[in-house]
């Protein structure tokens, strides 16, 4: 079986512009949810998705939007990127109810 | 609303040798508990959880915890460490059968570096 892909691994973006990070969950998990881990801290609960709608929410911004497909792949927006945005991004997915989740290696996300 | 406090943010420790990683919970309903690996440059590798059933729970690559509802800790242990265990712990919560499901506390990590 596969497991929770993401892309791009490193990103590099402009403090203002707007970014998509993308997850590919494992095979027969239907939720996805994503993770904020700064540096030296651990990660943080950004949103959940589950049946392509969200489904649990932290504390992030609105500026902090997602999407789930019906393949169950999953995309990250942050738009008007912040200094404090730069951080790993964390994919895991899981099957509803089995407290089993799967996460990716993350993306690294670097805002200039 | 949930905290976990991972008690030790650095534990060095010989090849070999037993090693203990302490974590604290708070909540004010039912949790599940989960400990984690990260090794540099990865993501996170599930250990071990606890669900429900017996306290003391055996996960992969020799470590176990047990689960302490009167003292609301989840530590975990190995009794020999290889120079490989070296990596970050973290130790998560989440509200069991909730509404929250998905959602997991992280405590803020404990970095185990194992010495020869």
């Known amino acids: 079986e596969t497991g929770v892909t993401q892309s791009p691994t490193h990103l590099i973006k402009t403090r203002g512009q707007q970014v998509t990070l993308r997850c590919s969950s494992q095979s027969g998990h239907n939720t996805v949810s994503w993770y904020q881990q700064a540096l030296g801290q651990g990660p943080q609960f950004i949103f959940q998705y589950y049946r392509e709608e969200e489904n649990g929410r932290g504390n992030f911004p609105p500026r902090f939007s997602g999407l789930q497909f019906p393949n169950y792949s999953s995309e990250l927006n942050v738009n008007a990127l912040e200094l404090d945005d730069s951080a790993l991004y964390l994919c895991a997915s899981s099957l509803i109810d089995s407290y089993g989740y799967t996460f990716g290696s993350g993306t690294r996300l670097t805002v200039v | ?116």
Do not use: M
């Not at chain 2, 604290?24 to 990260?38: P, R, T």
């Not at chain 2, 540099?40 to 996960?59: D, E, F």
């Not at chain 2, 020999?80 to 959602?103: L, P, Q």
């Open chain 2, 1 to 116: 609303a949930q905290s976990v406090t991972q008690l030790d943010s650095q534990v060095p420790v010989f090849e070999e040798a037993p090693v203990e990683l302490r974590c604290n919970y708070s909540s004010s309903v039912s949790v599940y508990l989960f400990w984690y690996v990260q090794y540099p440059n990865q993501g996170l590798q599930l250990l071990l959880k606890y669900l429900s059933g017996s306290t003391l729970v055996k996960g992969i690559n020799g470590f176990e915890a047990e689960f302490n509802k009167s003292q609301t800790s989840f530590h975990l242990r190995k009794p020999s460490v290889h120079i490989s265990d070296t990596a970050e712990y973290f130790c998560a919560v989440t509200n069991a059968g909730g509404t929250s499901y998905g959602k997991l506390t992280f405590g803020q990590g404990t970095i185990l570096t194992v010495h020869p």
